[in-house]
């Protein structure tokens, strides 16, 4: 976008449009859940990825975006794709045993590890608010482990740790790109990388994971579509052109609001079980989300 399309600040058009999409990343959860009652979670993982492909790749050529000139990105632009199937793997697996609610909040503490990571690898140290939200978001992580209201079953441990384990993946993905020439490619590469590679893997682990075909049904099917149409291929280019017209630490404050819409998501649709504990863990953890993505008063955003 040219920088006459550039706004200073957020208004209310962004407003709209960032409630819009963490509601959509909230639903994905459930849609996800769904969608495993009528296909496995790694054709789930293929199907979604594979058609994400596809249609960023339309997305690429229309809008001129280049794909395929030599920017010495290739092999790490794989690996990234590789931490980012395995992301995705772990989250659709880890639906098939625990709660959306807990599954949503799990995976969200990405950008505690990413913190973590972060002051040990790339030299980006931990302020003393930042350290609080850290705080704050594993006095969370301890809630979530010892709520045995909302574990749909004596497996919940088995999907809560898959569930964990996706975030420390998608950390391990944002740590790579930020160390790497990825920070510096067209966004819609990046996420080709991701979607291409992601597609690959669930490919070569398909065999393996058990049937393909569960109970297949309309509900399934639909939120399956709902997965590779909506959210891969809309919401993450509508993403896109946002960063590039608005200021990205503004945006970024929005996305706290993710795991909220999944948590209540998963109980209004879901009929999942919700107690006080629960709500305490997101409260927590929402509040570590704050404090960690919370920016200085004079930094302007990018």
């Not at 859940?33 to 058609?51: E, F």
């Not at 919940?156 to 898959?162: E, K, N, P, Q």
């Not at 067209?186 to 291409?196: M, N, S, T, V």
């Not at 109980?267 to 993505?293: H, P, S, Y």
Request: aromatic share 10%.
């Amino acid at each position: 976008m040219s920088p006459a399309g550039r706004r200073d600040a957020i208004d209310a058009f962004a407003v709209a449009v960032m409630i819009a999409l963490t509601f959509s990343w909230g639903l994905n959860g459930v849609a996800a859940k769904i969608a495993n009652t009528g296909y496995s979670p790694i054709l789930v993982a293929l199907t979604r990825s594979a058609a994400g492909s596809f249609l960023v790749f339309l997305w690429c050529r229309w809008r001129g975006v280049r794909l395929f000139e030599r920017d010495g990105t290739l092999w790490v632009g794989l690996l990234a794709g590789l931490l980012f199937g395995l992301e995705f793997q772990l989250i659709f697996v880890g639906l098939d045993y625990t709660s959306v609610a807990r599954n949503t909040l799990l995976v969200n503490t990405m950008p505690f590890w990413t913190l973590i990571a972060g002051h040990f690898l790339l030299g980006e140290r931990i302020s003393a608010r930042k350290f609080a939200g850290l705080i704050l978001a594993f006095a969370g992580l301890v809630l979530i482990f010892s709520d045995r209201l909302s574990a749909p079953g004596p497996d919940a441990l088995f999907g809560d740790i898959l569930s964990l384990a996706a975030g420390v993946a998608w950390a391990a993905t944002m740590i790579l790109i930020k160390g790497t020439r990825l920070s510096t490619i067209a966004p819609e590469k990046l996420l080709l990388y991701q979607l291409a590679t992601a597609a690959l893997m669930a490919a070569v682990t398909l065999p393996f994971a058990g049937p393909a075909i569960r109970d297949v049904g309309l509900a399934a099917t639909g939120a399956l579509a709902f997965q590779a149409l909506y959210i891969v291929a809309v919401t993450y280019v509508v993403w896109f052109s946002m960063v590039q017209r608005y200021p990205a630490s503004g945006l970024s404050s929005f996305t706290i609001l993710t795991p909220v819409f999944g948590v209540l998501l998963g109980g209004v649709l879901l009929g999942e079980a919700l107690g006080a504990t629960i709500f305490l863990a997101l409260a927590l953890i929402v509040a570590g989300l704050a404090l960690v993505n919370r920016q200085p008063r004079n930094a302007t955003g990018t």
